[in-house]
């Protein structure tokens, strides 16, 4: 009893002092905005403003849109958040906004990503840093040309052909369709296609590896695989004190094994294939695209200023390729052809276009008759206004920078969220913007709106490097679509419309079914 009693003499005022100098810790870190003279709203302990986030009662997107709004309501340009206790700065004025993606991009360079050599899927594109990233952006973006995405074409639409028989089957059957499933699934084959040159055949069976870790990654069901996928964009520096991997040993061996193998069939066969792995191995043999339409998988070497791209980066690409380009050209689809069904003198429109071009092309789907289709473009255009899938666009300060007419000077490694959500269904840019309203992306209405009121894509130098492989996916799905059939949204679909609270980019929370007829 003595010693138990000298214990608890010893514990509970030690274990006292450590909760009080949490709160202290708390506290303090809880007033940065405010020394800084920051206008920002009453942060919880240690949660800061992000508490629904972490506990998963609201997605990231709709939790600094509110903010965003009340920023709004306030007539403030910026002000201070708090995603547990990291300072992040948001910012709501167009022309802050502005500087900070592309005049003054010098001192915003960099997502706030983590990136780690021991995990080699995380070395990719939107999380590399500095001159590594600015090095990588030059080799790739000739593999994102015109006439790149054009010699694609032919594979985007054979992947089609399966959407159109699996579409087929529902009219016999008279099924309903869970559209977001099967717009997953499309995405998927033609990403597997391209960027791993793989024959997916999702619509046959989802029973390979590949669909089993794709599906696994978008949708993780626990709690500590959703945050630490929210964390690893926002507070990446927690990863280097903590022994937890953002991405398990399993699906890291398999993407890895995958590419791997992929590479040393094609090069051991001198496999020639017009997709985005056989450009990716361009710049592995070459250290560049080739300026034909297709070329040799190896050129000659040796060429100044050509550093050709490591097997452990062409593996990182591969991956992010696969993770940035399913879910977010999936979840554009879906919420398209939702407000399609719910639009339905839209919908007649923009099939009567889509008819009308292919007539004059005999029936063939070419990208030059897709490029045609102007309606559908603004139908494209405004459902990304309506619901960008990256709902907040990141940046992390990577020099010290004094906000213009301001004495706020944010220190280097500050985090800046821009609400894309936010901006782009203000009424001050888009009256009525809960309107679906193809018609805003007139030329002469879209010319009247400011910069950076429109970038589902981001803006500046580090805008999405494959949004028009992205924009032509989502085209050659609604041509597939929409010539053949007309949809109805079915009564099972719950309205309104809610965002999954445990992702980081935009996804519903429960699908969206169609019904359909063959016309």
């Avoid at 997605?59 to 007539?75: A, I």
């Avoid at 590419?259 to 056989?278: P, Q, T, W």
Wanted: aromatic share 10%.
């Amino acid at each position: 009893m003595v010693l138990l009693s000298c214990f608890m003499c010893i514990f509970l005022p030690m274990c006292s002092l450590l909760v009080i100098c949490f709160i202290v810790i708390c506290k303090w870190v809880n007033g940065y905005w405010i020394r800084k003279g920051v206008t920002t709203l009453k942060p919880r302990l240690f949660f800061g403003n992000a508490i629904d986030v972490v506990l998963q009662r609201k997605c990231l997107s709709d939790s600094v849109k509110d903010f965003h709004n009340s920023l709004k309501e306030k007539g403030q340009p910026y002000g201070g958040y708090y995603f547990l206790m990291r300072p992040v700065l948001v910012v709501t004025d167009l022309e802050l906004i502005k500087r900070i993606l592309i005049t003054d991009f010098e001192h915003f360079v960099d997502h706030p990503a983590y990136i780690n050599d021991d995990e080699p899927l995380s070395n990719h594109i939107f999380s590399l840093k500095g001159d590594r990233w600015k090095q990588l952006r030059a080799k790739l973006t000739p593999a994102f040309t015109s006439s790149k995405l054009k010699m694609m074409l032919g594979l985007f639409l054979k992947c089609c052909k399966d959407l159109e028989v699996e579409m087929d089957k529902k009219i016999i059957k008279d099924d309903v369709v869970d559209i977001g499933s099967a717009m997953e699934k499309l995405i998927m084959d033609i990403i597997g296609s391209c960027a791993f040159g793989l024959e997916c055949n999702s619509f046959k069976s989802t029973s390979s590896d590949f669909h089993k870790y794709g599906s696994r990654f978008f949708h993780e069901p626990s709690l500590k695989g959703s945050v630490m996928h929210i964390l690893s964009l926002v507070v990446p520096e927690i990863f280097k004190y903590i022994n937890v991997r953002v991405l398990d040993a399993e699906m890291t061996d398999f993407f890895t094994n995958l590419v791997n193998d992929m590479v040393k069939y094609r090069e051991e066969n001198n496999i020639i294939r017009k997709d985005l792995m056989h450009l990716l191995l361009q710049l592995k043999n070459d250290g560049k695209v080739c300026e034909e339409e297709v070329g040799d998988i190896k050129g000659e070497l040796g060429e100044a200023g050509n550093v050709p791209l490591t097997s452990t980066e062409l593996v990182s690409q591969c991956f992010v390729f696969f993770i940035a380009g399913v879910e977010t050209t999936a979840f554009a689809l879906t919420i398209l052809m939702y407000e399609l069904s719910t639009n339905q003198k839209i919908q007649d429109k923009v099939r009567e276009e889509i008819i009308a071009v292919l007539k004059k092309n005999r029936g063939r789907i070419t990208y030059e008759a897709i490029l045609e289709m102007k309606y559908l473009h603004k139908c494209i255009c405004e459902s990304l206004r309506k619901y960008p899938p990256a709902g907040v666009q990141t940046r992390v300060c990577t020099k010290k920078y004094r906000i213009p007419d301001t004495e706020v000077i944010l220190s280097e490694g500050t985090p800046v969220f821009i609400s894309t959500q936010g901006i782009q269904c203000d009424s001050s840019y888009y009256p009525n913007p809960e309107q679906f309203d193809p018609e805003r992306f007139d030329l002469d209405q879209k010319s009247s709106l400011p910069s950076c009121a429109w970038f589902p894509f981001g803006a500046g130098p580090r805008w999405c490097i494959g949004n028009q492989f992205g924009l032509m996916q989502m085209k050659v799905g609604m041509i597939t679509l929409l010539r053949r059939y007309k949809f109805d949204l079915h009564p099972s679909t719950k309205i309104p419309i809610s965002f999954d609270p445990k992702t980081y980019l935009l996804n519903t929370a429960s699908p969206i079914f169609l019904s359909m007829k063959k016309i």
